[in-house]
């Protein structure tokens, strides 16, 4: 149990501190007093022991105020830098370098009307979101006042917080993980001189499905670099001046989630169990922050991103949610013809240091254009649902704050926009249900694959009707679970998407909880940390029955022979694995299926897209068990030598946490401050293919998974638990800055409490708030 620390640490202000707790406080929890303008009556935040927040407010609005206010405190450099890449409003504060990704931010900005806009919300969700902005800038004020310190980042960046509005919140679309845009230009490179039998080599399709090329494209017509602005518009703000990459073509990009709800009668409990983690990039602070809002007409507890009011997933009085993405193709990229007309919006943006410069914007009925090829006169609009009313990326999870059982919780579904999602529910009654939800374009023609030629022919007619989406509600098996992975009903008959997860995290989760005929809350936690992977199997299997040619060959069969998959950070035959599958055996497999001719604009691919082949043998020629063992024993060997290189020469002193190794540090470096704003390292196991989703850069340190974990005990919150790395606060100065890393790293949690006896339990510091 974490200890109480010096109450200097965690002041941001010393000057309301209390030197000693009044008689209504528990031993050892620190008080503060402060006067907030903005509130309408008292309120409290409770920080727990680790580091989250518990607001008790007299009504919702103020409750959203104290949320923003305490992810103000905790995150105000994190969330002010979203807005500012959001909106399109880096170069006021960094310089002229930032001025093409304003631009590009700008181009997919929601630019519909702001009526309609918050009309696909609850009525109650403009006025929370306006008292959440009310609440950061009233901490704002105070850090202008001199009431809380500024963080360092801003000093050291010369630039100042700015103030927010409502509708800053929900006008930022490019965080909405929407797609396939990226997966439709690299198609088409791949096509430009290659050849559509190898296409089931560079992706897996589920369910299987033949790639054809839209009448009138011409895919040689894609430039390179047509998705430039793309990825400065959706990509993070660098400081380092390092060109973005879209994530979905960028190797090191592993992202994905679990969930599972398991229904009363399979749960140890007697009552309903939901997980839930999200996988992202890794980053400090990460993506997510827990929050818990008590007033006495709203009621929710969970984990969103903080720039956002309320949670994303999480729990109300009655019911839980949870999320997944859901691989629904929400994007086209629209090819129009030279002489094609656009509409032009002209904006300034302010430059530190420099005039103001003036940006032209085009669009079409399409879409932004998001690049003019002046060599051929060819522009390229982006068409996606997020232009549409309601599509802010996690803003619908505020339907379920509060719906009290399945039928009001399909209303979250039925309004579902971005992005597309998995939303598993859990009641205290014990229903339990599973509910895809997101905006599904219907096209008129076409799969959405490749890019489209603009024109009648490849317009969208508009959206699928929600309430025809797939559903399950009590499935008989007692449980639910998903993991991105392709799980469209057979014979549903609607065109959703066809570019899914590979199944390998999906496999291990099923497995486990089949196994078990009562489920436990530890077991959830042990099974969101478990390092096994079926997609390591799948490939140690096809390994069975050979014999190396060689030393190195015989050598990594007998490394490997036996191995069960799990990927421990002390697993020799881990290391060996992951260097074979991330850098020898699908380079082998293209080179030695594709022909050189067809190559050129291949790209990259994946060991998940590389078995299906190996094992199905359709592309191996008229003798593929010769060509799958060349394959094979080709690159393990290489492998082996080069993990010889790595480790050393003695197989038995090899380790996967020697490569793998968690060590998170801001993307802002700040000279001298390097030490104490870094979290790691750590060796870490598992990886991208394993529940414990632990995605490897090229240099096989981890850069992708679950920040944050989440288990529900659901009816009896007061039992659920979390875990959210490195930790709840953004500020290097606060103990929850990296308190919960090495928790975190070691597959342990912390209680994630409900009712207020138990929040005052784990509490660490009470601010009492007045008007």
Same mark, same amino acid.
């Given at each position: 149990?974490?200890?109480?620390?010096?109450?200097?640490?965690?002041?941001?202000?010393?000057?309301?501190?209390?030197?000693?707790?009044?008689?209504?406080?528990?031993? $050892?929890?620190?008080?503060?007093?402060?006067?907030?303008?903005?509130?309408?009556?008292?309120?409290?935040?409770?920080?727990?022991?680790?580091?989250?927040?518990?607001?008790?407010?007299?009504?919702?609005?103020?409750?959203?105020?104290?949320?923003?206010?305490?992810?103000?405190?905790? =995150?105000?450099?994190?969330?002010?830098?979203?807005?500012?890449?959001?909106?399109?409003?880096?170069?006021?504060? @960094?310089?002229?370098?930032?001025? /093409?990704?304003?631009?590009?931010?700008?181009?997919?900005?929601?630019?519909?009307?702001?009526?309609?806009?918050?009309?696909?919300?609850?009525?109650?969700?403009?006025?929370?979101?306006?008292?959440?902005?009310?609440?950061? *800038?009233?901490?704002?004020?105070?850090?202008?006042? +001199?009431?809380?310190?500024?963080?360092?980042?801003?000093?050291?960046?010369?630039?100042?917080?700015?103030?927010?509005?409502?509708?800053?919140?929900?006008?930022?679309?490019?965080?909405?993980?929407?797609?396939?845009?990226?997966?439709?230009?690299?198609? /088409?490179?791949?096509?430009?001189?290659?050849?559509?039998?190898?296409?089931?080599?560079?992706?897996?399709?589920?369910?299987?499905?033949?790639?054809?090329? #839209?009448?009138?494209?011409?895919?040689?017509?894609?430039?390179?670099?047509?998705?430039?602005?793309?990825?400065?518009?959706?990509?993070?703000?660098?400081?380092?001046?390092?060109?973005?990459?879209?994530?979905?073509?960028?190797?090191?990009?592993?992202?994905?989630?679990?969930?599972?709800?398991?229904?009363?009668?399979?749960?140890?409990?007697? =009552?309903?169990?939901?997980?839930?983690?999200?996988?992202?990039?890794?980053?400090?602070?990460?993506?997510?922050?827990?929050?818990?809002?008590?007033?006495?007409?709203?009621?929710?507890? +969970?984990?969103?991103?903080? &720039?956002?009011?309320?949670?994303?997933? +999480?729990?109300?009085?009655?019911?839980?949610?949870?999320?997944?993405?859901?691989?629904?193709?929400?994007?086209?990229?629209?090819?129009?013809?030279?002489?094609?007309?656009?509409?032009?919006?002209?904006?300034?943006?302010?430059?530190?240091?420099?005039?103001?410069?003036?940006?032209?914007?085009?669009?079409?009925?399409? $879409?932004?254009?998001?690049?003019?090829?002046?060599?051929?006169?060819?522009? %390229?609009?982006?068409?996606?649902?997020?232009?549409?009313?309601?599509?802010?990326?996690?803003?619908?999870?505020?339907?379920?704050?509060?719906?009290?059982?399945?039928?009001? %919780?399909?209303?979250?579904?039925?309004?579902?926009?971005?992005?597309?999602?998995?939303?598993?529910?859990?009641?205290?009654?014990?229903?339990?249900?599973?509910?895809?939800?997101?905006?599904? #374009?219907?096209?008129?023609?076409?799969?959405?694959?490749?890019?489209?030629?603009?024109?009648?022919?490849?317009?969208?007619?508009?959206?699928?009707?929600?309430?025809?989406?797939?559903?399950?509600?009590?499935?008989?098996?007692?449980?639910?679970?998903?993991?991105?992975?392709?799980?469209?009903?057979?014979?549903?008959?609607?065109?959703?998407?066809?570019?899914?997860?590979?199944?390998?995290?999906?496999?291990?989760?099923?497995?486990?909880?089949?196994?078990? #005929?009562? @489920?436990?809350?530890?077991?959830?936690?042990?099974?969101?940390?478990?390092?096994?992977?079926?997609?390591?199997?799948?490939?140690?299997?096809?390994?069975?029955?050979?014999? $190396?040619?060689?030393?190195?060959?015989?050598?990594?069969?007998?490394?490997?022979?036996?191995?069960?998959?799990?990927?421990?950070?002390?697993?020799?035959?881990?290391?060996?694995?992951?260097?074979?599958?991330?850098?020898?055996?699908?380079?082998?497999?293209?080179?030695?299926?594709?022909?050189?001719?067809?190559?050129? *604009?291949?790209?990259?691919?994946?060991?998940?897209?590389?078995?299906?082949?190996?094992?199905?043998? &359709?592309?191996?020629?008229?003798?593929?068990?010769?060509?799958?063992?060349?394959?094979?024993?080709?690159?393990?060997?290489?492998?082996?030598?080069?993990?010889?290189?790595?480790?050393?020469?003695?197989?038995?002193?090899?380790?996967?946490?020697?490569?793998?190794? /968690?060590? @998170?540090?801001?993307?802002? $470096?700040?000279?001298?401050?390097?030490?104490?704003?870094?979290?790691?390292?750590?060796?870490?196991?598992?990886?991208?293919?394993?529940?414990?989703?632990?995605?490897?850069?090229?240099?096989?340190?981890?850069?992708?998974?679950?920040?944050?974990?989440?288990?529900?005990?659901?009816?009896?919150?007061?039992?659920?638990?979390?875990? *959210?790395?490195?930790?709840?606060?953004?500020?290097?100065?606060?103990?929850?800055?990296?308190?919960?890393?090495?928790?975190?790293?070691?597959?342990?949690?912390?209680?994630?409490?409900?009712?207020?006896?138990?929040?005052?339990?784990?509490?660490?510091?009470?601010?009492?708030?007045?008007?």
């Amino acid at each position: 149990m974490m200890r109480p620390v010096a109450a200097a640490l965690l002041l941001t202000t010393a000057a309301s501190a209390q030197d000693a707790p009044p008689p209504n406080i528990p031993l $050892g929890v620190y008080s503060e007093a402060r006067s907030l303008p903005g509130l309408t009556a008292p309120g409290e935040i409770i920080i727990d022991r680790a580091g989250i927040p518990h607001i008790y407010a007299a009504n919702a609005r103020d409750g959203f105020f104290l949320q923003g206010y305490a992810v103000a405190r905790d =995150r105000l450099w994190q969330i002010d830098l979203w807005r500012k890449r959001g909106l399109g409003r880096l170069s006021a504060s @960094f310089g002229p370098q930032f001025v /093409a990704q304003d631009r590009a931010a700008r181009l997919l900005l929601y630019r519909g009307d702001m009526a309609a806009e918050w009309a696909a919300y609850p009525a109650a969700a403009k006025g929370w979101t306006e008292a959440f902005a009310a609440g950061i *800038n009233a901490y704002i004020a105070d850090v202008e006042a +001199g009431r809380q310190k500024l963080p360092m980042e801003f000093t050291a960046t010369a630039s100042r917080p700015e103030r927010w509005s409502a509708d800053d919140v929900v006008r930022i679309r490019s965080n909405a993980l929407t797609r396939n845009i990226p997966d439709e230009v690299a198609r /088409a490179r791949a096509l430009c001189g290659g050849d559509l039998k190898y296409e089931p080599l560079r992706r897996e399709l589920a369910p299987a499905h033949n790639v054809t090329i #839209p009448k009138g494209l011409d895919p040689c017509s894609i430039p390179a670099n047509v998705l430039d602005d793309y990825a400065l518009g959706t990509g993070d703000v660098r400081f380092d001046g390092q060109k973005m990459v879209v994530a979905s073509l960028d190797p090191e990009a592993q992202e994905g989630s679990n969930n599972w709800v398991i229904g009363a009668a399979r749960s140890a409990t007697g =009552r309903p169990i939901l997980a839930n983690d999200p996988h992202r990039a890794h980053a400090v602070p990460n993506l997510r922050y827990l929050s818990h809002i008590d007033t006495p007409e709203l009621k929710i507890a +969970g984990s969103g991103e903080p &720039a956002l009011p309320g949670v994303s997933f +999480g729990h109300n009085e009655d019911v839980a949610w949870a999320l997944t993405i859901f691989a629904i193709d929400q994007q086209d990229l629209v090819v129009n013809p030279k002489g094609t007309k656009f509409s032009q919006v002209r904006e300034t943006i302010d430059v530190k240091g420099e005039a103001p410069r003036e940006v032209v914007l085009h669009f079409t009925d399409d $879409g932004p254009i998001i690049h003019e090829d002046l060599a051929s006169g060819r522009s %390229f609009a982006l068409r996606a649902t997020w232009s549409k009313p309601g599509a802010s990326a996690y803003f619908n999870a505020t339907w379920a704050f509060t719906a009290r059982n399945w039928d009001e %919780f399909l209303t979250t579904r039925n309004h579902w926009g971005a992005p597309p999602l998995n939303l598993l529910f859990a009641a205290r009654d014990g229903d339990i249900g599973w509910a895809p939800s997101g905006f599904v #374009p219907m096209r008129a023609a076409g799969d959405g694959l490749l890019p489209v030629p603009a024109g009648k022919t490849h317009r969208w007619t508009g959206l699928l009707d929600a309430k025809l989406m797939p559903v399950s509600h009590n499935p008989p098996q007692g449980w639910f679970a998903t993991a991105n992975e392709m799980n469209v009903p057979a014979g549903y008959p609607h065109l959703l998407g066809l570019e899914w997860a590979d199944r390998s995290r999906i496999t291990r989760i099923s497995e486990v909880i089949a196994a078990k #005929p009562k @489920f436990s809350l530890t077991d959830a936690m042990a099974l969101q940390n478990d390092a096994t992977s079926a997609m390591a199997r799948r490939a140690v299997a096809l390994l069975k029955g050979l014999s $190396g040619r060689n030393d190195d060959e015989r050598g990594a069969l007998a490394l490997l022979s036996g191995w069960d998959g799990h990927e421990g950070p002390d697993s020799a035959a881990a290391a060996l694995y992951e260097v074979w599958a991330a850098r020898h055996l699908p380079m082998a497999a293209v080179k030695a299926i594709v022909p050189d001719d067809k190559r050129e *604009n291949f790209g990259r691919t994946s060991i998940g897209n590389v078995l299906p082949v190996l094992e199905n043998g &359709a592309l191996l020629g008229p003798d593929p068990k010769a060509l799958r063992e060349t394959i094979l024993l080709g690159s393990l060997g290489t492998a082996y030598v080069e993990a010889k290189k790595m480790f050393g020469p003695d197989p038995a002193l090899w380790r996967w946490g020697a490569l793998h190794v /968690a060590d @998170f540090k801001p993307a802002l $470096g700040i000279a001298g401050r390097s030490a104490e704003r870094r979290a790691g390292p750590l060796p870490i196991g598992g990886s991208g293919s394993t529940p414990m989703a632990m995605g490897s850069g090229s240099d096989f340190q981890l850069v992708s998974g679950a920040s944050v974990r989440v288990v529900l005990d659901v009816g009896a919150w007061d039992n659920s638990m979390a875990i *959210n790395t490195p930790g709840q606060s953004g500020d290097p100065a606060s103990p929850h800055y990296r308190d919960l890393f090495p928790r975190w790293a070691t597959g342990n949690y912390v209680p994630f409490v409900w009712s207020r006896p138990r929040v005052l339990q784990e509490a660490e510091r009470i601010i009492s708030v007045t008007p």
